[in-house]
């Protein structure tokens, strides 16, 4: 029995259709970064296209790769050499597809990362607040410290939490990824936390010092779930296999 397939431009047909990143002004190329065969049957995702989910991807027997962060970044070096050539040789040896979708997936209601971190958190009401900011609540308020522990638990990745703020957190915005500078908005929006992937050493004192609770959650850990939700959309939509591999990454 034949495993079924499909044609890659169908695919980059539907991803293009549901993600729109004609609207979005990036710092890499959305979309088919490294073209490979044309027909799809097995697809493989992960939040970088590192070597390591590369050569995972082969193991899998994966026709095209799906991944948050590609290649090709605004102001890096243009040249084929060291990493980049070992990454995109062994792409091109195995006629891999690579796929990948930065701000167009941070932003989609239904697929995005800050949706998808919104269902695994268990956050309610969760909607844009500004730009690539989403808030939402807690079924029920908890202390910070327990708010950490529930972060921790469910992302497998104990988060750092500074700052200061109300006694219990209900109202909370987050952003994924290098996010902190948005800490912000959500001191704008009187939000009693925000989360986002990354901190930078000013975020420390802006969330001490104007009295909110921040925990930096992992840039990774809180980018895996967009990913999985486009590949499983993918499956479903045109029957063929989809597996999540997670490379960690402790940043």
Known sequence: MNQPSANRRDIMQALNQWLEPERF??????????????????IVSGVTASQALIDAAIEE???????????????EDQRITGIKRARLKTLLAHDLNLVAFHLPLDDHPEFGNNRQLARVLGLHQAEPLDGLVWHGRLPESLSPEAFARHIGATLDREPLHVGVGRDFIERVGWCTGAAQGYI??????????????EISEPTTHTAREAGIHYYAAGHHATERYGVQ???????DRFGIEHRFIDRDNPV
């Open 25 to 42: 002004q990036d710092y890499c190329p959305n979309g088919l970064q490294v073209e490979g065969r044309l027909e799809i049957r097995r």
């Open 61 to 75: 027997g994966a026709d095209l790769i799906l991944v948050h962060h590609g290649y090709f970044w605004k102001g």
């Open 229 to 235: 939700a486009l590949g499983n959309a993918l499956a």
């Open 184 to 197: 912000d908005k959500a001191l704008a929006a009187g939000l009693d936390a925000f989360i986002s992937g």
